[in-house]
């Protein structure tokens, strides 16, 4: 993870031609003292730590999984018991000297004092800026059990084939051996690994201890980290790792396609090879201020994991320049650093909105949308713009009250954390222009009020009525001579918004035909991934759910799997799951497999079954011709038709619309729900 030292990043724009700074006040790396540990020739076999400025030397960084951690005594530790795992431990004492040499090395299980909560989570705001500036990252491969025989079987020019070749290699040569490779499914490698210029990959076990591990238990592993892999599916996740690694050294950029190609098929080869790498382009990759598409919205279907759901904030946000690490972030739950990080980013600027509203009730509609850019700068010697504490005040971002804290869910997987960051960009329309100055205003004549009529998410606003623009230098603030309009730029009125009750089989099939041909990327990257997880697994985290969900997502996923011939699975050599569990069962089972299929098709995950079950019942909205399966609270669906339903926010085609229901005593006011976010309405 990552501070941000000074960096120069291309300027992202509002606007044609008018550039946008970047607020980024972050504490100086090169002032930051750090721990690292080296050995000394001259003392054989005894590990040494040192404290110094970690731009003025040379140092490695080892990034590994922890496992199954209890304290050891360690030959050669002086400094105390150190918190690793069995394998971890053997690691250290016999393979690390070798590696390392006599280099400054830092590795967390050594350098951070495991005994100090408070210091484990602080050191995650300069974890990215370590990897990004050691001269090589040292991978320390979980599992050995791709074997020198394995990476004879592959063709490294055509890795697309990898899965299918390694599927029939390891059921010829190393029949019942599964795959643990848990660096491949961890959340904090990938971090480690993209923000790693070099990286050299190394066996953390030998072939014996791997396949002895297995073959006696998999409760040699803790139970968070056991996850077995079939061989399309470790290829599937390699590949994963391998293109995230080659298109982030200029996130901000336009990769060239040869070199992401290049550089994804020397990471694969590397992997199996144990061999060193290095990226193509700079020496050290720059830090994006803001999360973006190549290293973090690409993951919104990754199934990767952590020990604690606060983790998916602490593991990805600090590699972004905007972010800094809550003083008592060791105190704060999941739900609190998510709202924490949201306020950051519109602090500084960013228009993102959670997915899950900041509240589902007595919204005015003029405080629907997120903060608009307002600052950016560039290096940490910016000051904070002039006049920027004042604006503030006038104008201050949505409070983060306690009120809002079951509106986040714990996420369990990285794309959980993803998709509660993929809400709708809601706009408003000022009128004047944005560059209006004060004669532009005394010519300006506002629309007629019967345009308004019926329109409700357009109003007149009266003289002297502040509003806040969003304006490249700063906020402005007019004060209109005449009344001024304003609007939502997109909105289209529901037809209708129904309760779903479903009573028979047929009924329930009905509608998972008609919802899963209208979201199909959402669908069946859900199926082949998160679902796919849960439905092979035993002794995953997935035990964690509850008995309905398991018994509703089989349901689902043997039901897709069915109706989808499976030739996803066959292309790629994957194993068919053989789960049959009958849809005709109870009027509750149905109602949890019509759950689980909103939430899919809503984007917010299946792991958040028991949190939308307090707050959130599924609907069926008619629009345009056609019917979407939504979320909406439970107020709502106990109103009586109190409300009309609007879809605002999709500014262009292809973005997330917002469902918006209108009290009709009080239209100025609405409840914002949670619709679909790739369904195609015809750019409406």
Not at 37 to 59: H, I, M, N, T
Request: hydrophobic residues 40%; negative net charge; proline residues 6%.
């Amino acid at each position: 993870m990552e501070d941000n030292a000074g960096t120069t990043a291309d300027v992202e724009r509002s606007s044609p031609g008018v550039p946008i700074p970047v607020i980024n006040k972050g504490d100086r790396f090169a002032e930051q003292k750090i721990t690292v540990c080296y050995f000394d020739s001259r003392s054989p076999g005894k590990l040494f730590r040192a404290e110094v400025f970690p731009l003025e030397v040379q140092y490695l960084a080892i990034s590994h999984v922890w496992g199954q951690a209890k304290w050891h005594d360690i030959a050669g530790i002086e400094f105390g018991k150190i918190l690793v795992s069995e394998s971890k431990a053997r690691f250290i004492t016999e393979g690390l000297s070798d590696i390392v040499g006599e280099e400054y090395f830092w590795m967390d299980v050594l350098c951070v004092d495991q005994r100090d909560k408070e210091a484990r989570v602080a050191v995650t705001q300069y974890i990215p800026r370590i990897f990004r500036h050691a001269q090589r990252t040292v991978f320390v491969k979980d599992d050995a059990a791709i074997q020198s025989c394995c990476v004879q079987a592959m063709d490294f020019e055509s890795t697309e084939t990898m899965g299918e070749l390694l599927t029939g290699h390891r059921e010829e040569c190393h029949p019942g051996q599964v795959l643990e490779e848990q660096m491949l499914t961890r959340l904090w490698i990938l971090e480690e690994t993209t923000l790693s210029n070099t990286i050299q990959f190394v066996n953390g076990r030998s072939p014996d201890q791997s396949i002895t591990n297995r073959s006696s238990s998999t409760s040699a592993a803790a139970p968070e980290t056991a996850i077995q892999l079939t061989s399309t599916r470790f290829a599937l996740k390699l590949q994963e790792l391998a293109k995230a690694w080659a298109g982030a050294y200029l996130p901000w950029q336009s990769t060239p396609k040869s070199a992401v190609a290049a550089d994804s098929t020397a990471f694969i080869r590397g992997y199996f090879e144990n061999a060193t790498i290095r990226r193509s382009g700079v020496n050290v990759r720059p830090l994006h201020p803001f999360p973006e598409t190549h290293t973090f919205y690409s993951h919104i279907f990754s199934t990767r994991r952590t020990s604690k759901p606060r983790d998916f904030i602490l593991a990805t946000m600090p590699q972004y320049s905007f972010y800094r690490v809550p003083g008592n972030a060791k105190r704060m739950s999941f739900a609190q650093l998510f709202k924490d990080c949201v306020y950051q980013l519109w602090k500084a600027g960013v228009p993102m909105q959670p997915i899950i509203p900041r509240q589902f009730g007595g919204v005015k509609i003029t405080e629907l949308p997120a903060p608009e850019y307002q600052f950016r700068c560039e290096d940490d010697d910016t000051p904070f713009p002039e006049g920027r504490e004042e604006t503030l005040l006038k104008f201050p971002l949505p409070e983060i009250n306690a009120q809002d804290e079951e509106l986040a869910p714990e996420p369990a997987c990285l794309g959980d954390l993803v998709k509660l960051f993929c809400g709708p960009r809601i706009l408003w329309e000022f009128y004047p222009s944005l560059d209006a100055d004060d004669s532009d205003l005394e010519k300006y004549t506002a629309f007629a009020a019967t345009e308004i009529i019926a329109n409700p998410f357009s109003t007149i606003l009266p003289a002297k009525t502040w509003i806040k623009v969003d304006y490249p230098e700063n906020w402005r603030i007019i004060s209109p001579f005449l009344d001024t309009r304003v609007s939502i730029a997109q909105t289209r009125k529901v037809d209708s918004v129904q309760m779903i009750k479903i009573k028979t089989q047929s009924e329930l099939l009905e509608l998972l035909r008609e919802v899963t041909s209208m979201t199909r990327v959402v669908w069946s990257s859900s199926m082949l991934g998160e679902l796919h997880e849960i439905v092979l697994s035993t002794d995953t985290p997935d035990e964690q759910l509850s008995a309905e969900i398991r018994m509703a997502v089989k349901s689902l996923h043997s039901w897709w799997i069915s109706q989808h011939t499976s030739s996803e699975f066959a292309e790629n050599g994957e194993p068919v799951p053989q789960t049959h569990v009958d849809l005709e069962t109870s009027q509750e089972r149905f109602d949890d497999i019509v759950r689980v299929a909103a939430l899919i098709t809503c984007g917010i995950g299946v792991n958040a079954f028991d949190w939308s079950k307090k707050i959130l019942v599924p609907v069926m909205v008619s629009v345009a011709g056609k019917r979407m399966i939504a979320l909406v609270p439970y107020s709502l669906s106990q109103s009586g038709g109190r409300y009309d339903y609007w879809l605002v926010g999709a500014v262009f085609p292809g973005e997330r619309w917002t469902l918006v229901a209108l009290d009709r005593m009080d239209q100025g006011v609405g409840t914002p729900c949670i619709f679909p976010w790739d369904v195609d309405l015809g750019g409406i």
